[in-house]
T-cell receptor, first 110, second 114 residues
Framework: KNEVEQSPQNLTAQEGEFITINCSYS?????LHWLQQHPGGGIVSLFM???GKKKHGRLIATINIQEKHSSLHITASHPRDSAVYIC????????????FGKGTKLSVKP | DTGVSQDPRHKITKRGQNVTFRCDPI?????LYWYRQTLGQGPEFLTY????????KSRLLSDRFSAERPKGSFSTLEIQRTEQGDSAMYLC????????????FGSGTRLTVV
């Protein structure tokens, strides 16, 4: 079992829909990261959080430390949101190591 | 600052050749990380530096791989005697610790070994 699990693996939505991507982890963490990767490889950091909730534009990230679970929500989705969304955790036992999930491929249809 | 830069963007090499990639982090960042990503998978940690010191290496980093950050600024990742299994996207990231800021990633170097 991977230390960071994401669901779903693939997600297709219609423009305007509310989207939720889930991430569960099994290790002690100091922080959880949500990343966005477009075709071609570039990764953009969306959020880094260790508790509670953060919001940036149409994106909302929440984390429940007790349940070792985080969600990324996209409101009013748009085709330009189509990308791979990756959850990664800063592992408490390794100061430099990010442990990544396999990613959720999101496709938003117009 | 233009973010994290990686060079080259793409590299095609013949099996057995040596390749070297370069990463220029954000200048204020003291940590620099290398990751490898294969198709359909999340990135995997290879190694990281704090300033010029290489603090951690993954078991993935075989003897054919070496990374340096000689002056605590840019870093190089060299792969000797490349194998087809080395074909992947090599990602560099940097961060400032301690801080509340996250990681900044480069666009990656895509290596194809033929």
């Amino acid at each position: 079992k991977n230390e960071v699990e994401q669901s779903p693996q693939n997600l297709t939505a219609q423009e305007g829909e509310f989207i939720t991507i889930n991430c569960s982890y099994s290790v002690g963490i100091s922080a959880l990261h949500w990343l966005q990767q477009h075709p071609g490889g570039g990764i953009v950091s969306l959020f880094m959080l260790s508790s509670g909730k953060k919001k940036h534009g149409r994106l909302i990230a929440t984390i429940n430390i007790q349940e070792k679970h985080s969600s990324l929500h996209i409101t009013a989705s748009h085709p330009r949101d189509s990308a791979v969304y990756i959850c990664a955790v800063s592992h408490g036992g390794s100061q430099g190591n990010l442990i990544f999930g396999k990613g959720t491929k999101l496709s938003v249809k117009p | 600052d233009t973010g994290v830069s990686q060079d080259p963007r793409h590299k095609i090499t013949k099996r057995g050749q040596n390749v070297t990639f370069r990463c220029d982090p954000i200048s204020e960042h003291n940590r620099l990380y290398w990751y490898r990503q294969t198709l359909g998978q999340g990135p995997e940690f290879l190694t990281y530096f704090q300033n010029e010191a290489q603090l951690e290496k993954s078991r993935l980093l075989s003897d054919r791989f070496s990374a340096e950050r000689p002056k605590g600024s840019f870093s190089t990742l060299e792969i000797q005697r490349t194998e087809q299994g080395d074909s992947a996207m090599y990602l560099c990231a940097s961060s400032l610790v301690p801080s509340n800021m996250g990681y900044t990633f480069g666009s990656g170097t895509r290596l194809t070994v033929v």
